[in-house]
């Protein structure tokens, strides 16, 4: 199986080196500047537990010299996605499957919504262009229950978890899902397959909502955001109706706001990935955490003033801090 991994920084990284030392795949990266230096030189390298994890890498910044792949794992930032969705193009042949390995709700996640009728999720593909590029049948979704961080180019940290899910976007079972999830197993990843992935990934994004955004703009970690009972209480809020939301969509959540707190708690102090994001003076994953959420939504008649005030003022916070495009500019 050819693997090639598009993002080789923290997740892609974890991946990349797993199924690199498995030796069971033929994995290459998609890398660019230091990244690509850095694979060149010293191959894959993970760190865990004390020990250091190495595999030889291929990498190149043309995906032409790659050609086409069995499999595509997409680990970029979001904002970054539009640019390499024209790009990859001579990785996907027809029958590639393609792993979005990222944050939040994805480009393809309202395909088959009646209410989007074929429109694109503006929020996180702009004119439908990802779209364009990425066919809808190639996609096997994914969820990320895995800690871990890039503190050098080419090398990952990693932390806590091993844990993905997988599934086919429709639903139901598949042979290329199964495929996918023996190789990653014996990668010794924990691999879940899934019968209805777009319910993993509204869950996830559930919790992620207002903590990620919520400790951007405070510069709190987790434990100090809960700690406090208006910020807590508004957290709650904008979970609720994040929850109604999914309702209309199929995707029913079953906790309330004070379950899901109760599962951060267990993290402690922890740092979120948009805290991490603001504090390396990277972009931050604001559309498809918080505004695709919005959008869906409003494209359903639903009000929800909490993540309305929730995405406004961290989209201002972006903006005065140079993390996130002015309008007009995205």
Known sequence: ?????????????WIGTRLAAAGRAEVSALARRDTLAA?????????????LMQAPARAEEDAARLGEQDVVVIAVKGPALGQVATQIAPLIGPQTVVLPAMNGVPWWFCQGLPAFAGKPLESVDPGGRIAAAIGFGHVVGCVVHVSAASPEAGLVDHKMGNHLIIGEPPGGASDRVARLAEVFNHAGMEITVSDNVRQDIWYKLWGNLTMNPVSAITGATTDRIQADPLVRRFCSAA??????????????????PEDRHAVTARLGAFRTSMLQDVDAGRAIELDAIVGAVQEIGEVLGMSSPNISALFGLTRLFGRVHGLYPEAGKG
Do not use: P, T
């Open 39 to 51: 694979l060149r030189a010293h191959g894959w390298r993970m760190r865990q537990g004390g020990a």
């Open 1 to 13: 199986m050819k693997i090639c991994i598009v993002g080789a920084g923290a997740i892609g990284g």
């Open 239 to 256: 979970m609720e109706e994040a929850a109604q939301i999914g309702a209309r969509i199929g995707c029913q959540i079953d906790q309330s």
